[in-house]
């Protein structure tokens, strides 16, 4: 049972960097676009927020699961990077200027 998690985890978890790091990405140019405006609907920032809710709760039920501390370390270090994300979207959309992400990495 562990060992599927296991292998699923580590199998999920460059799939989880890469999107996160598209997403900053993507990020980026809105941010500096819309640098002390508030956005009231911007269709990009509303299609990444509900997949990153949905990967927090996910990840948030993976952990009770979880019997190994360096996949516990790894699903909240997703965890965190995640919700830093969710953070930005709503800083963007308040039209608060915050640094930019950097890419996340292993």
């Known amino acids: 049972h562990t060992h599927t998690h296991t292998h699923m985890l580590l199998h999920c978890k460059q799939a989880l960097f890469d999107y996160i790091n598209t997403c900053r990405a993507l ?6 676009q819309y ?19 949905e990967i927090q709760s996910r ?5 009770v ?8 370390d790894l699903t909240l270090k ?5 919700h830093l ?11 608060r200027d915050i640094k930019p992400l950097a890419d996340v990495s292993f």
């Open 27 to 32: 990020l980026k140019p809105i941010a500096s």
């Open 35 to 53: 640098k002390g405006r508030k956005v009231e609907k911007h269709e990009i920032l509303m299609q990444m927020t509900v997949p990153f809710l």
């Open 59 to 63: 990840l948030n039920t993976l952990i």
């Open 65 to 72: 699961t979880l019997q190994t501390e360096k996949l516990i």
């Open 78 to 82: 997703l965890g965190e990077e995640v």
């Open 85 to 95: 994300t969710v953070e930005w979207i709503n800083a963007i959309q308040q039209g």
